[in-house]
């Protein structure tokens, strides 16, 4: 069982930037952040996997948002520029050992979600 925690959410104004950090009980081959808006299906943010970190990002953020972690002190981060209110959701950390890092499916481990929020 992999244990996740979400940290560095809350409210900021448009156009600033943010970043989420998720402390991990272990390293997994695949990690990835998701969101989900109220009233809305959960969606891949942002993905990354394999000894060389190779990442994948979702149309929305990709040239907004960046994934890394720190293997050594097992922990992802998210990185999000320019915040617009349409990015405001519940933000979640997740991981797995599949080979696919994509779907949700592929992610066995999740955290609680950290929110956030960009006032319109």
């Known amino acids: 069982q992999v244990q996740l925690v979400e940290s560095g959410g809350g409210s900021v104004q448009a156009g600033g930037s943010l970043r989420l950090s998720c402390a991990t009980s272990?390293?997994?081959?695949?990690m990835g952040w998701f969101r989900q808006a109220p009233g809305k299906e959960r969606e891949r943010v942002a993905s990354?996997?394999?000894?060389?970190?190779?990442?994948s990002y979702a149309d929305s953020g990709k040239s907004r948002i960046s994934i890394s972690r720190d293997n050594f002190k097992n922990r992802l981060y998210l990185q999000m520029n320019n915040l617009k209110p349409e990015d405001t959701a519940m933000y979640y950390c997740?991981?797995?050992?599949?080979?696919?890092?994509?779907?949700?499916?592929?992610?066995?481990?999740w955290g609680q979600g950290a929110q956030v929020t960009v006032p319109s």
């Open positions: 997740a991981a797995g050992q599949t080979i696919g890092c994509s779907a949700t499916a592929n992610f066995a481990y």
């Open positions: 990354i996997w394999g000894n060389f970190d190779y990442t």
């Open positions: 272990a390293s997994t081959h695949c």
